[in-house]
């Protein structure tokens, strides 16, 4: 799998949008960008993904670039409770039975 | 609905003793997953199972065994406890199909001392 290059920290003030990059230079065709977040010491949790085409859910946005070698997670409303590490990760769409390899991620602090 | 649940969420052992932790989904997912994670870092794979009966080993997979014996329940040993095993495990499940979302459990924080 593509390894991912993000930032590894990042603040934010509380009702602004936050914009988290992510760097996969070495992505491949069929692989999809996927984003977690974990707060605090709690389980992993899913917040969107995406192979070619911008993604929107209730949660966030994923911007990802034409030639797809980075991507952005946008939380358009950032509050108190988005803080947390933030994982970029990408992962073969077959023959990887759902492995995702999580590194290190962002520590994002929402500030009031 | 309990998702994934994690048994026990704390536990001591002394170096060399014998533990299992069980995890337990209720979404009849067919891929479940043993992830560990140490202080600042990311989680790393242990093992998997991608359906009742079969396991296949992750990234660190040593001083570890697991079983699936059930489609709903995974369980992950430790047949002599190192310091080095001192973590928090979590679990996770997901749908089978090329993409879906891992639903991770709250995680068990294991110390040996």
């Known amino acids: 799998d593509a390894k991912t290059t993000q930032p590894p920290s990042m603040d934010c003030a509380e009702g602004r949008a936050a914009n988290l990059p992510c760097n996969h230079s070495?992505?491949?065709?069929?692989?999809?960008v996927y984003w977690y977040r974990q707060i605090h010491s709690q389980g992993p949790q899913y917040i969107i993904h995406g192979l070619k085409n911008n993604e929107t859910n209730e949660m966030a946005s994923l911007i990802i670039t034409e030639d797809r070698k980075s991507s952005t997670l946008i939380l358009p409303h950032a509050t108190l409770r988005d803080t947390a590490v933030y994982y970029c990760?990408?992962?073969?769409?077959?023959?990887?039975?759902?492995?995702?390899?999580f590194g290190a991620g962002t520590q994002v602090v929402v500030t009031p | 609905n309990a998702g994934v649940t994690q048994t026990p969420k704390f536990r001591v052992l002394k170096t060399g003793q014998s533990m299992t932790l069980l995890c337990a989904q209720d979404?009849?997912?067919?891929?479940m997953y043993w992830y560990r994670q140490d202080p600042g870092m990311g989680l790393r794979l242990i093992h998997y199972?991608?359906?009742?009966?079969?396991?296949a080993k992750g990234e660190v997979p040593d001083g570890y065994n697991v079983s699936r014996l059930k489609k709903q329940n995974f369980l992950l040993g430790l047949e002599s406890a190192a310091p080095s095993q001192t973590s928090v495990y979590f679990c996770a499940s997901r749908d089978r199909g090329q993409t879906g979302e891992l639903f991770f459990g709250e995680g068990s924080r294991l110390t040996v001392l």
């Open positions: 070495t992505i491949s065709g069929n692989e999809y």
């Open positions: 990760i990408v992962s073969l769409t077959t023959d990887s039975w759902g492995k995702l390899q």
């Open positions: 199972s991608v359906g009742e009966g079969t396991t």
């Open positions: 979404m009849n997912h067919e891929y």
